[in-house]
Each structure stands twice: as structure tokens, then as C-alpha cells.
């Protein structure tokens, strides 16, 4: 099983814990967009119609704003009620929300997964259990995942490498998405070999891949080949073409030419 399938499975593993623990938790919860009907019993008064701003708060008489994003509406009855007790408002105050026209909370999937597009998102998810129900990273996807989202009208991004957060049992990385979250999986990176090299062509580059490994993927050299005055073609970061001289033990890096010349004895 290569690296790829079992990044892939390993995924899939997670999508399915997500899935489970968001079974149990049915309770949707609140982002910007959503609309609320706040009752609190006896004082018509504080009856209020409300809407979550794109900060992730709401404004409700007496109290001002209150940052509610992310919680679940009995969440936020019990943080209005706490609130009103706490600062000697009304005594006890029994809150409820009737009535909640929750946006269709949307997250996209772009890039080297089994099935792009939108899927809906209830609840709480996190980015394994999203990758899990695009289906995995494909064949060709990498193990590097962007994830852009919008805060207060700035566009944030951020890289996730996956395979590390998978290696290192560090979970820190495997963020929780929200409505409208741009999830991209970056392609594989490939080097390309050759020359008097079995199987030329190009090839996916795996972690920390030597020259040695390379040329043991292309196939291994041909009768004709020879190791000696091994050459890489790489660009520097300016974009500037460069002929390396190589050796076996070198590190290979993304979009490196390989060649292998032909030995002369």
C-alpha cells in the first residue's frame, strides 16, 4: 500500500469518529446569518427578533451585543439568562428561542479529492471529517491542505500538512470548518527523470526522497547508464534555470529534472 492509500484511509477514519460524535450531538449551532426569536417568560418586552452579524454577535435589549458563534441555541438561552441575572436585570429569568431560520451552513472542496464541490455541514466539523465526505484525497492529491475563510472581511489562510498531524498524533491541526470555508488539496508534488533511466517520465515525490530512490523508481539505470555526472535541472527562486552536479545521497525537490547520462565505458 503506498503512502497516498493510506493517507487516504487514514482519513477516512477520522470522517468516521467525526461522523459518530456528531450524530450524538444533533444540536446545530449558530453563525452569522442565522435569525432568532428570543422569548424571555413574563417580559414581553425583551421579545426580540435577531440577527447574527457577521462578527458572530447579536443585540438583545438591555444587554447589548453578545457573541453567540458557535454555540447552540440552548447555549445561548442559558448565557442570556446567566446575563441577566448576573447584572441584577431579572431574577431567574427563563429564556427561550422558538423559533431559529438557521442559514444552510455550506463548505467547499476544491483540488485532488475523489469528489469535488459543496457539501452541507450540521453541527460540528472538523477538517478530516470534511475530507472524509469528499472521499479522501485522490491518487494525485498531496499531502499539504489549504484552508481559506473569511474573518470580520478578511480573507485568512492556512496550510495544514496532514500526513505530519496524522504522524505525530498532534490533532492541534485538524481544525474545525465553518459555513462558507474553502478546503483546497494541494496536488502531489512530482520530479521529473531522463536519460538512461528504464521507465522515464514523471513521477510523485515523496517525503525526503533521495536521487538514489528516485532513479529506483524510474526503473533503475540501463545497461548504458551510468551514475557518475548525474545532473538535476532545478529553477531558484527567481525562477532561474540551474544544472546541478548530484550525488546519490542528494535530497530531491519539487519539479526537479533528473538525468542520467550515458557512460562512455
Do not use: C, W
Amino acid at each position: 500500500m503506498n503512502k497516498t492509500k493510506a493517507l487516504a484511509l487514514i482519513i477516512l477514519f477520522f470522517g468516521i469518529i467525526g461522523e459518530s460524535n456528531v450524530t450524538a450531538a444533533k444540536e446545530s449551532v449558530l453563525s452569522p446569518g442565522d435569525t432568532l426569536k428570543i422569548f424571555v417568560y413574563g417580559h414581553p418586552d425583551l421579545t426580540t427578533d435577531t440577527k447574527v452579524s457577521e462578527s458572530g454577535n447579536i443585540t438583545f435589549p438591555l444587554l447589548g451585543e453578545i457573541l453567540v458563534n458557535g454555540l447552540s441555541q440552548s447555549a445561548v438561552e442559558r448565557k442570556i439568562a446567566n446575563l441577566l441575572e448576573s447584572r441584577d436585570i431579572i431574577r431567574k429569568p427563563q429564556v427561550n428561542i422558538l423559533a431559529a431560520s438557521l442559514q444552510s451552513q455550506m463548505i467547499s472542496v476544491l483540488g485532488y479529492v475523489r469528489n469535488q464541490g459543496r457539501y452541507p455541514i450540521e453541527g460540528k466539523r472538523s477538517l478530516t471529517d470534511v475530507l472524509a465526505m469528499a472521499g479522501g484525497i485522490n491518487l494525485d492529491g498531496g499531502e499539504m491542505v489549504t484552508l481559506i475563510r473569511y474573518d470580520d472581511n478578511k480573507s485568512i489562510k492556512e496550510t495544514i500538512d496532514v500526513l505530519e498531524m496524522v504522524r505525530s498524533g498532534n490533532l492541534a491541526g485538524n481544525v474545525t470548518v465553518r459555513s462558507d470555508d474553502l478546503i483546497y488539496v494541494e496536488r502531489a508534488p512530482r520530479f521529473y527523470i531522463y536519460g538512461e533511466v528504464q521507465r522515464a517520465g514523471a513521477y510523485r515525490l515523496e517525503r525526503n526522497m533521495t536521487v538514489i530512490q528516485a532513479l529506483s523508481v524510474g526503473g533503475g539505470l540501463t545497461l548504458r547508464g551510468t551514475e557518475r555526472g548525474l545532473r538535476i535541472q532545478r529553477r531558484d527562486a527567481e525562477g532561474n534555470l540551474q544544472i546541478l552536479n548530484a550525488n546519490s545521497s542528494d535530497l530531491v525537490q519539487p519539479d526537479d529534472v533528473i538525468y542520467i547520462k550515458e557512460s562512455l565505458f
